[in-house]
């Protein structure tokens, strides 16, 4: 069979996935953040590590999970109290799944209209905070977060902390818990939640 016949005689099928938008985006550089970035030492917390993270009046923590059946994103507020859980399908990575709660726990606080508060976010990403702390972005996902802390730090004083997962900090195991459940959730609407990885 030759090659010409070949193509003009299959018949070729579309994949809309191919077509899907992706979350990658050319190189953003933002150098001004408001907000402090801290990825303390496995000792300083293990020395008393709900001390260290209780500084902030408001505070949060954030968690996402990518399992075989999906992927999703988990806030659960301490103060005050919060729980919100995503499904974000199939296609969402778990480093997009640990971004995503983050933005939407920034979401929370700037409907929330906070002013002159101490808001602490804490979560077991180190990857999400470097990312967060870098000036170069090349992902949506990543700038959409790092647009909504400047927004929620012009008026407020953000801390984002890291925290080893099921080290129990207060919030961490809660938060792990809602992005299991958003990870087994079903996703309505059109793949990909966030844009392809």
């Not at 000792?43 to 209780?54: E, F, I, K, T, Y």
């Not at 000036?135 to 008026?155: F, H, M």
């Not at 984002?160 to 997962?165: A, D, E, Q, Y």
Request: with cysteine; charged share 20%; net charge positive.
């Amino acid at each position: 069979m030759s090659l010409e016949r070949w193509c003009t005689t299959r018949r070729l099928t579309r994949d809309k996935l191919l077509e899907a938008p992706s979350d990658k985006i050319p190189p953003t550089y933002v150098f001004k953040k408001n907000v402090t970035v801290e990825i303390p030492s496995r000792g300083v917390l293990n020395r008393d590590s709900d001390a260290l993270v209780s500084q902030g009046l408001v505070w949060f923590t954030t968690d996402g999970s990518k399992t075989l059946e999906g992927t999703g994103a988990g806030v659960r507020g301490v103060r005050p109290r919060v729980e919100l859980s995503f499904p974000l399908g199939k296609h969402a990575s778990g480093f997009q799944a640990e971004m995503f709660a983050i933005l939407a726990c920034v979401s929370e606080n700037l409907k929330r209209g906070y002013s002159n508060q101490h808001i602490q976010i804490c979560t077991d990403s180190q990857a999400a905070l470097h990312a967060l702390k870098s000036p170069r972005i090349t992902s949506q996902v990543v700038l959409e977060c790092t647009n909504s802390l400047a927004e929620l730090g012009q008026r407020n004083k953000v801390r984002l902390v890291w925290v080893p997962g099921h080290c129990g900090v207060t919030g961490n195991k809660e938060a792990d818990a809602l992005a299991r459940k958003g990870s087994t959730d079903i996703f309505t609407g059109p793949e990909p939640a966030v844009g392809l990885p």
